[in-house]
């Protein structure tokens, strides 16, 4: 089956300091990935739409200048979570919709990255 | 936005039983769910989806239902095993949403041996 990857599993960095969160598609070609924030004991919450060559979406609430998306490739997705803070502390999980299925809802998830700042 | 300060419900069972995951969707225009497991560190693993156009549909071991009357939706597991302790989340989009979904609150089920 089509699998994701998050890279790294978990950090722990100090705050102030800026982090950097990857999402890929092994086997397969995303034009659509989708970053999501879990806390504990919580559901997910959509944080915004990545779409290849072209800016994210952020849903209402989610500062787009301190939570930086790049999806340079059709492969690669990355979060950057700018002048990280305790209160960004959280479980991110990214999803990855394949390309050319426009007319389907599949959508495969990543394995997710749990940020402890410190 | 997020809510905090939410528990999420529980629900325990015996091993062997069947486990009802019940869900409350809040959009009518919403044409598509699906019902994730999460296991404790890990993303959302699909379990099975139904359409609108759909009441009721079966895979191994579990059964959806949709009513969407009054936008409720169910999960069911028949014979639960202590490998189907987890997390269970529904989750809602639309046509018109380009893929994005909303998750539901979720449910934590405990089967004991």
């Known amino acids: 089956g089509a699998v994701v990857s998050q890279h790294p599993s978990w950090v722990i960095c100090k705050s102030g300091t800026s982090v950097k969160i990857e999402c890929r598609s092994l086997d397969f070609q995303a034009t659509t990935m989708f970053w999501y924030r879990q806390f504990p004991k919580q559901s997910l919450m959509l944080m915004a739409t990545s779409n290849e060559g072209s800016k994210a979406t952020y849903e209402q609430g989610v500062e787009k200048d301190k939570f930086l998306i790049n999806h340079a490739s059709l492969t690669l997705s990355t979060l950057t979570v700018t002048s990280a803070h305790p209160e960004d502390s959280s479980f991110y999980i990214c999803?990855?919709?394949?390309?050319?299925?426009?007319?389907?809802?599949?959508?495969?998830f990543g394995p997710g990255t749990r940020l402890t700042v410190l | 936005g997020e809510s905090v300060g939410l528990h999420l419900p529980t629900l325990s069972v015996q091993e062997g039983d069947n486990s009802i995951i019940n869900c409350a969707y809040s959009n009518s225009a919403s044409d598509y769910f699906i019902w994730y497991k999460q296991e404790s560190g890990k993303g959302p693993q699909f379990i099975i989806d139904?359409?609108?156009?759909?009441d009721k549909r079966q895979g191994q071991r579990v059964t959806v239902l949709l009513n969407k009357t009054v936008k409720h939706l169910s999960l069911q597991i028949a014979a639960t095993q202590p490998g189907d302790s987890a997390v269970y989340f529904c989750a809602e989009t639309r046509s018109t949403s380009y893929g994005k979904l909303t998750f539901g609150q979720g449910t934590i089920l405990t089967v004991h041996p």
């Open positions: 139904i359409r609108s156009n759909m």
């Open positions: 999803s990855a919709r394949p390309a050319g299925t426009s007319g389907s809802y599949t959508q495969y």
